[in-house]
């Protein structure tokens, strides 16, 4: 028998999202309040971008400068982040076995926020064919090996995704000294900031081919080539030593799914409402796990969000029923995914975000329940992008009939 | 304790070298092990033992009571498979003996299934049993429709290829076995009696050879003379799929044979994942372990039908194995007498199974040679590092844990591997080389992530514990 012990919030992961939990619940004195993560060093993804991007506009950060930002704060208001501990397994509704250095330990909390977040699919899920050389990475193992431990990379490279996190990719291997020879995207065009797409083809002169898919991995102990086809049927081998898989998240959904938890068949992490509750009352979550990936701001303005319903909770005890959220194609999911009336009475709580599979020019969205139209919006966003984040306000979900059916939103 | 993997080859003239370290090869050494006095050389041609075929099959501990009946297969299965899980439990390699399922999806399946049965009697399987779809859907909830009927197996187990390898080969070096790795033999002659063999690392000379070469035993046999067959490689695709379905299925389920083919199977692994495939391309090259897009299309059509769910899944690996069939229907082992030397050839799909017994086979078939040994003595136990599910691993070892902090840090996540053993892997008897090495010794890397959280640290912590 492991011992027990009690807290009063234990949230699971101590990246942008978990910290903002914690840092909130305990400023508003919600009593013990710990954060568990299974790495070193608390912060998550942040950690190891140590390129811009994060903070705020006027106020920009680092990866790591941001993790640390967060640490601080919740560290200042009372919050106990523990790293080195692994959330194993649910012991109980509320319970988690875990372990670490000091051994195993049984920790039973009023609530439990899982913010767990997401990685990027490899090269095996993504089912790329061709041998099993080395120099096939993912980008945050690329990140990490570059920032955190200074590994040898390689020569030449070869970035698969146009996407945000492909650009970031392509950065960090310039900064370890390696060429990228191309990046390659299915879709008919980049599916990031513009003026950044721009910068890496004309200043760095990476070409970008559209319309490709990877056909095979070659070479034997080290990579040597990936055979790419066109759409219209060309092939060719790119000669490199390096491959990094960019984006395709999935969220880290070990828990809720071990836990039972409804899960959401779009993003694939918990099915959770406005407020963040998920399928088993006092379990919340936040930040990638819901959505595979925002950024860390988003992520973060989540968690904090999360504090306040958990505190809602704690105090009354209450668990809204709601419907749930769908999504019509070409969109792909909406987080969050169930809705209940109050769901948009609060401003803080951000819009839902959206992802399309296609691209849409002059996207709008229609909210409908039961064929009763509740909302139409033109998103600020010109056009709709896959990979990109499109959304939806929430001041709508008053109209919501919650003993009605599914609410659902089209893009038109 | 000697393994060695650079420089020039010890210029002593053993009394047996045996060619590649697979898992017939290293079973065959720590045989050669137990006999006192014997001087044993294991030349391997890469980097490590278990690299060829015994690393990429479907890790099934087999009854053997689909092989031909009378064949010397057939017979070494049986007694293999016995042997093994013995040896398992002595030394901590994962086997869960969960049965298998032949399901039948046609009506001339279900027609085989009453031959199958007869056919396991004959090969001294006496545990075969019919089940009715019924039966079958309350074994085996999540399988597809439209399944007729199945032959349940109980005897048919899962195992771990890669502890199995690397337990032979830790008993065979501690008890006295020279491990030569990054050898590969290029050149055999025999002069005065003894054989020279010519090396990357230069000459290696014994005065009886053992042939264990896998998919290139016929080349090696060749080179001495010998033209009693050819190895095709058949090459078998596979993938694994995520631990989240390992629920899904309970069983091995196997195909029925049929004239088209052998079919795929679904298996569990000791790993918690499950296996999909293999699919079975005679090729020529033998070094045609890649994947190809038609074949995992193939796999993941088949799977559809008989997993449903199971395609929803991650996929975590993609592998492929090749089988070193040959024109025969049975093993190729022979004692070629006056060249003091044994072929030990086309072990196609069950030596993992075999490979203790066609160890004491190939030992028995030297000494009715002349090889002058002592009998077989116990060895002391090895002890392996458990991977399996089914048994506790170190992090969920409280005890182990407040000895040594570092099995309670993980670093793996994805698979829940601890410092401590990865520490462990590097400073083994036989330890890992190769990032690819240390995946088989610890599972690090070999999760759903593929090194997205870990691959970086694990990387560090094998550039740091090698040196
Ligand atoms: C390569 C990459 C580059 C990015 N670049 C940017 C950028 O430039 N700007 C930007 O705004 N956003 C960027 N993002 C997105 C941003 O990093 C995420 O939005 C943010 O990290 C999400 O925070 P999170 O807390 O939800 O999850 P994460 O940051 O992923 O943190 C989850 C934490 O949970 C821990 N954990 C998981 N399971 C367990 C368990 N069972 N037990 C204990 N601990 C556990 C993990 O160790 C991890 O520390 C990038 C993402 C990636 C992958
Ligand atoms: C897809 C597939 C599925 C299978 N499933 C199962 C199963 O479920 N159960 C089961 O029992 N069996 C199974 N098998 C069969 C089993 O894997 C093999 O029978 C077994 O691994 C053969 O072992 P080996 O030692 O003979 O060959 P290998 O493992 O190939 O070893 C031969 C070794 O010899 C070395 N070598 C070759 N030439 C030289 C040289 N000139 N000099 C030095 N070294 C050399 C090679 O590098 C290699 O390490 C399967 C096989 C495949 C391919």
Redesign the pocket.
């Known amino acids: 028998m492991t011992a027990v012990r009690r807290v009063d919030v234990l949230v699971v992961g101590a990246g942008p999202a978990g910290l903002a939990t914690a840092a909130r619940l305990a400023a508003a004195g919600a009593g013990r309040v710990e954060v568990l993560d299974r790495e070193r060093q608390a912060g998550g993804v942040p950690r190891h971008c140590a390129h811009g991007g994060y903070g705020t506009w006027l106020h920009p950060l680092t990866g790591p400068g941001y993790a640390r930002l967060l640490l601080d704060a919740a560290d200042r208001a009372g919050a106990s982040v523990r790293t080195g501990v692994t959330a194993l397994d649910w012991a109980g509704p509320l319970s988690l076995h875990t372990v670490g250095p000091h051994g195993p330990e049984t920790i039973e909390a009023r609530a439990v926020v899982l913010a767990t977040g997401a990685r990027e699919r490899p090269r095996a899920a993504r089912l790329v064919p061709g041998t099993r050389p080395a120099g096939v990475y993912t980008t945050g193992e690329l990140q990490q090996s570059v920032h955190l431990y200074r590994q040898h990379i390689g020569a030449r490279a070869l970035v698969v995704g146009a996407e945000d996190v492909s650009y970031a990719a392509a950065d960090t291997l310039r900064a370890a000294g390696v060429a990228v020879v191309a990046m390659v995207t299915e879709l008919p065009r980049a599916q990031a900031a513009p003026a950044r797409a721009a910068d890496t083809r004309l200043r760095h002169r990476v070409p970008l081919l559209t319309g490709t898919s990877v056909t095979e991995l070659v070479g034997r102990g080290r990579l040597s080539g990936v055979r790419v086809r066109h759409r219209d049927g060309r092939t060719a081998t790119l000669a490199c030593d390096t491959v990094v898989f960019t984006g395709d998240f999935v969220p880290d959904h070990e828990l809720a799914r071990r836990g039972g938890l409804s899960l959401d068949p779009g993003t694939r992490g918990p099915a959770v409402d406005g407020g963040l509750r998920t399928s088993r009352p006092g379990v919340f979550a936040a930040g990638s796990v819901l959505h595979a990936v925002e950024s860390a701001a988003t992520a973060a303005r989540e968690g904090a969000y999360a504090g306040r319903t958990v505190r809602d909770w704690l105090a009354t005890g209450g668990w809204p029923d709601g419907v749930p959220l769908l999504v019509d194609p070409p969109l792909r999911w909406i987080a969050p995914n169930r809705v209940v009336p109050a769901d948009g009475g609060r401003g803080e709580r951000g819009p839902y975000v959206l992802r399309t599979s296609v691209v849409v020019a002059r996207p709008v969205l229609r909210v409908s329940q039961d064929d009763r139209l509740l909302h139409t919006e033109r998103p600020r966003t010109r056009t709709a992008v896959p990979h990109r984040t499109l959304t939806l306000a929430a001041h709508w979900t008053g109209r919501v009939d919650p003993k009605g059916g599914p609410v659902r939103v089209a893009l038109g | 304790m000697t393994v060695t993997a650079h420089g020039p080859l010890p210029a002593t003239t053993y009394d047996v070298a045996v ?9 065959i050494a720590r045989e050669l092990a137990r006999r006192p006095g014997l001087r044993v050389a294991l ?4 980097d490590d ?14 009854t053997g009571f689909d092989a031909v009946p009378g064949s010397l297969e057939a017979r070494l ?1 049986r007694e ?1 498979a016995r042997l093994l899980a013995a040896y398992a439990a002595e030394c901590g390699i994962p086997v869960e003996p969960v049965g298998a399922l032949l399901v039948a999806w046609d009506e001339e399946q279900l027609a085989a299934l009453p031959r199958l049965a007869d056919k396991a009697v004959r090969n001294g399987y006496h545990d075969a049993q019919h089940l009715d779809p019924a039966a079958l859907y309350a074994r085996e909830p999540r399988l597809g429709p439209g399944a007729l009927g199945a032959l349940h197996i109980p005897g048919e187990s899962i ?1 771990c ?1 890669w502890t199995t ?1 690397l337990a032979y080969a830790t008993q065979a070096v501690r008890n006295g076995v020279d491990l030569h790795l990054n ?4 050149t055999a002659s025999r002069q005065d009696g003894t054989h020279v063999l010519g ?1 990357a690392r230069g000459e290696l000379r014994a005065r009886r050879l053992v042939n ?6 016929d ?2 046999d060749r080179r001495l003379g010998r033209h009693d067959f050819t190895v095709t490689p ?5 993938l694994v799929f995520d631990k989240s379905a390992r629920d899904l299925v309970r069983h091995i389920l196997l195909p029925v044979p049929t004239a088209l083919g052998k079919g795929v199977l679904i ?1 569990p692994t000791v790993y918690g994942n499950v296996l999909l ?2 699919t079975a391309e005679d090729l020529h090259d033998r070094r045609a372990t890649e994947s190809t897009a038609e074949g995992l299309a193939h796999l993941r059509e088949k799977g559809g039908r008989i997993l449903p769910e199971l395609l929803d899944e991650e996929v975590t690996a993609v592998y ?5 069939a040959t024109e025969h229907e049975d093993y190729r082992i022979r004692a070629h007498p006056g060249q003091a030397y044994v072929t ?1 050839g086309g ?9 203790l017994a066609i160890a004491e086979h190939v030992v028995g078939l030297l000494t009715a040679d002349g090889l002058d040994a002592a009998p077989a003595r116990d060895l002391e136990p090895v002890r392996m590092p458990n991977l399996g599910e089914a048994f506790p691993r170190p992090y969920q070892r409280a005890e182990l844990i407040a000895a040594d902090p570092e099995y309670g840090r993980l670093v793996c996540h994805c698979e829940r591997v601890s410092r401590g053993e990865i520490r462990d892997a590097l400073a083994a008897t036989v330890p890992a080389r190769t990032l690819e090495g240390l995946r088989r010794r610890t599972r690090a890397r070999a999760g759903r992530c593929q090194g997205f959280y870990c691959g970086a640290a694990v990387r560090a912590l094998f550039e740091e514990g090698r040196t």
């Open positions: 060619v590649g370290a697979g898992v017939v090869g290293c079973a030349v391997e041609a890469q033992v278990g690299q060829g075929s015994s690393k990429a099959n479907t890790a099934i501990l087999h299965v293999g195992v290829p390898t050898s590969p033999v290029e090396t264990a070469a896998g998919l290139h035993a080349t090696l058949r090459r078998g695709q596979l298996a495939g293999p492929a194995g090749l089988r070193a030990v072990i196609r799909s069950t030596g993992l199974t075999a490979s």
